[in-house]
């Protein structure tokens, strides 16, 4: 997991307005951030944040209604040393959820031991699914790309290629065909799971296309809003090669998938040659097409494969 610092104070600042919570105690200290060695050892985000558990320290601990209760409903003593072992566990933030009140000793507590408290009147699995959210954003491997990143047909792709050979043209006439534009020149992925990344658009780029003889296009402005997308999953690399490279690099018929990796995921991959006279836009759109039926487990070159052992079997001529 790479190394980044959160403060109390930016996750409270970047949910202020959906959540709309109250920062009650531990004022103190805004910039408390989380053990960098927890973030270390953290699988995934689900294991900086949860419910309240005396067993894993140094994560967001979530107070809901059943926990209020089990804070509450019990002699002065028991509540405070309950309360006091919260505190050991050194959570960088406590929420208290539901539209529950904190317990008067939780709130003296925290001022004590200068442990931001927020409250809410979300439910706690809101909460919950919020922050993890946002922490799973930030803590995400990632890296930047060069190329063109599109939504087409409902598929994440990214177009990769030589400069010069016409990437952001292709882009456009996708956009003039429907398809949605996320970011042209440099495209932000996040690795979001095992299996998965995401492509985001770097802010200084948001709804831009650089055409060579015409410049920085805002597509949004342009097309309208349908015409930009925030975000998509990276399902598949249209590559761009110069008709001579494809003659001397690839194969014709490619006998099994091409795949690339990046952030150690493997992403299905085809390879088209610019060529004069060549619709790219259409070859793109069939690419694309073709990759839905074989995640959909439809394969035609295996198909074609079997057809020609059969022929060959039956001594047919073909």
């Known amino acids: 997991m790479k190394a980044i610092s ?10 202020q307005s959906t959540l709309r919570w109250e920062w ?3 004022h103190a200290h805004p910039e408390r951030r989380f053990d960098e060695s927890a973030m270390r050892e953290a699988r995934s985000a689900a294991d900086l944040v949860g419910y309240l558990n005396y067993i894993h320290p140094y994560r967001v601990q ?3 209604h059943r926990e209020v209760v089990y804070l509450r409903d019990c002699p002065p003593e028991t509540q405070e040393s309950r309360i006091q072992r919260i505190v050991t566990l050194e959570p960088p933030v406590i929420i208290v959820a539901d539209g529950e009140k904190a317990p008067d000793k939780l709130v003296a507590m925290c001022d004590r031991a200068e442990i931001p408290l927020f409250t809410t009147e979300h439910s706690a699995g809101h909460v919950i699914d919020l922050v993890r959210s946002y922490l799973s954003q930030l803590l995400a491997d990632r890296t930047t790309r060069h190329g063109v990143f599109m939504d087409i047909l409902g598929m994440g792709v990214l177009l990769t290629g030589e400069s010069g050979l016409g990437k952001s043209e292709l882009g456009l006439e996708l956009i003039s065909r429907g398809h949605g534009l996320v970011a042209d020149d440099a495209v932000d992925l996040f690795r979001v799971s095992q299996t998965t990344l995401e492509g985001r658009c770097p802010d200084l780029l948001m709804n831009l296309l650089e055409v060579r003889g015409i410049g920085l296009l805002d597509i949004k402005a342009i097309f309208g809003e349908t015409a930009v997308r925030r975000k998509m999953r990276l399902k598949l690399i249209v590559h761009l090669v110069r008709k001579e490279t494809m003659e ?4 014709r018929l490619p006998y099994e998938p091409l795949y690339d990796e990046i952030l150690g995921i493997p992403i299905r991959k085809v390879v088209i040659a610019v060529d004069a006279g060549r619709n790219l836009a259409v070859l793109v759109e069939a690419a694309v097409r073709n990759t839905i039926l074989q995640l959909r487990g439809i394969d035609t070159y295996q198909e074609f494969i079997r057809r020609h052992q059969a022929a060959m079997a039956s001594g047919q001529d073909f």
């Open 24 to 26: 009650i105690a531990g």
């Open 248 to 251: 001397r690099e690839f194969e």
């Open 62 to 64: 979530l107070v809901g």
């Open 6 to 15: 959160i403060s109390a104070e930016a996750l409270f600042e970047e949910h």
